[in-house]
């Protein structure tokens, strides 16, 4: 991690992908609401809009690779390879995603399959994990070794609280600020915080990748064609 210029604050970025993506999902379509464009995010650019004048001195992106649908999978594959290649700060964490076993809501069969073998009934109910505990983890480690003077945590997840609450009391010097994702919100996140807002529509649209990303042996990563309109 590069050193602050002397006159600026450093700052650290701390996303929570599904997060994030869910807000941005439920924000997306109909009239006057954002296209899907958005999901080829700039984590980047974001991130800069984001902490305005300071130092940027890393993001830090929280996900894990989804299971069950091919094209989603694609999906999701372009895009964390483009901003491994795209945005030269950041960093990618990567935790766990697993489908918990349900009940078939035709048939009332048992499984963990996405297609019930007994009747053919769809039933997805994904569930992410270690996500909370790498941000969380990632927090307190960077403030214990003073790579920041303010934390910015995008993301409306109230498990959070317990981090800040140690961040603040132990460093009481540095900052946490947290942006909430779209139509997400946590009055007590808000309320632990130095400080909170919102991530706006404008941000969103202003901060996408180009529609090609070229990697240093020639190979393009392009925007999936889902998002594209």
Known sequence: ?????????????????????????????GAKKLTKRIYWLDIQK??????????LVAVKYFTA????????????????????W??????????RYLLREVICRKCHRVSTDIVCARCGAVTVLPEEKKSDVNIATQMLKDAYENLFDVAYLVSADSDMIPPIEVIRSMSPSKGVIVFFPP???????KNTANNQFFITPTMLRQSCMPDEIQK????????PDEWKT
């Open 1 to 29: 991690m590069e050193a602050a210029p002397k006159t600026k604050e450093r700052a650290i970025v701390y996303i929570d992908g599904f997060n994030l993506y869910f807000g941005m999902r439920s924000a997306t379509g």
């Open 46 to 55: 974001l991130a800069e809009r984001i902490i305005r004048n300071r130092h």
């Open 65 to 84: 690779r989804i299971k069950g649908d091919t094209r989603k999978q694609d999906r999701q594959n372009a895009f964390l390879d483009a901003i491994r």
């Open 86 to 95: 795209h945005c030269d700060k950041v960093q990618i964490f990567e935790g």
């Open 183 to 189: 139509k997400r919100f946590s009055v007590e996140l």
């Open 216 to 223: 240093p042996n020639g190979v393009k990563i392009s925007i």
